[in-house]
């Protein structure tokens, strides 16, 4: 038999990523929470955790189990809402890829605010492999991240961008629309660290016999941003990207594109999370406009 609380603890566990935060998270002792997943696992006759001195993940098993516990959970506290007339307000765990400008989250967070939507949301930051990794695991339930061919989770496209370097209004060649990789040959150049383009980057670089000097590797946008800015040295970043006293120029021949749209973890229902209001804001805030 499995009782509701042995659901709680395993998602606890995946939620917080180990026993001894699970069990905090619970308010019980570590040996009661080992003890009840231990009583899980007996009563569906399949390890549900992989366990080593360093972390925990999820066997076969447990990954088949995550969306059904979620959603067992999610009703039982349903109806004890329902009962005791407590409004309903459950929490969307927004995955948020981190190469995407700060001002998209920003909007999204007022325009949700100005609709009145009812949801609590947790926002958690990422890369593209951490991300899908917590949809995967059901540790989120939606990701605005890249979208890939192929992917075997549902989605929804939102639009498709390219890249260009920033520059400072400053450089010499600020004013240009489009600039060949050989005029940078002495321009320091800014590394975001975890641009999904790095190596693609790099190679078009030194395909074209230019090896820039990095006055900075960073892994974040904003002071990559700032670094431009300054006239530290110049970047390549999405289009989406844009700050005052930031220009943007399309460097010939680096015609690389992004889709950006919504991923939906496998427990979740993609067309009613798309209807809600909280989708909506998020969908009305994220857009490719630069700031001027």
Known sequence: MIDRYHLRYFLSVIDTGNFSRAA??????????SVGIAKLETALGHALFNRTNRRVALTDAGA?????????????????????????????????????????????????RSRGAGNQIEIVE????????????????????????????????????????????????????????EELGNDPMIVRRHCELLPETSRFFTTRGVRPVFASRTTSD???????????????????????????????????TRDIGLVFAPHADPQELAQSPTIAALVTAVGPDEIA
């Open 24 to 33: 905090a998270a619970c308010n019980v002792s570590q040996p009661t929470l």
């Open 64 to 112: 088949r189990l995550v969306s059904h516990a979620r959603t067992i959970e999610a009703t039982f506290a349903a109806a004890e809402r329902e009962v005791i007339g407590t409004p309903t307000q459950q929490t969307l765990r927004l995955g948020v890829l981190a190469t995407t400008p700060r001002r998209w989250i920003e909007d999204f967070l007022r325009e949700h």
């Open 126 to 181: 990422g890369k593209e492999r951490d991300l899908r990794e917590r949809l995967a695991r059901g540790r989120i339930d939606v990701a605005l991240m890249l979208l890939r061919d192929g992917d075997d989770y549902a989605s929804q496209r939102l639009f498709t961008e390219g890249y260009s370097l920033a520059l400072g209004t400053a450089h010499p060649l600020a004013g240009r629309d489009v600039i060949r990789v």
């Open 222 to 256: 904003d002071k990559a941003l700032s670094y431009v800015r300054a006239g530290l040295g110049v970047t390549v970043m999405p289009d989406c990207f844009g700050e005052p006293g930031v220009v943007r120029a399309h460097l010939e021949g680096f015609d690389f």
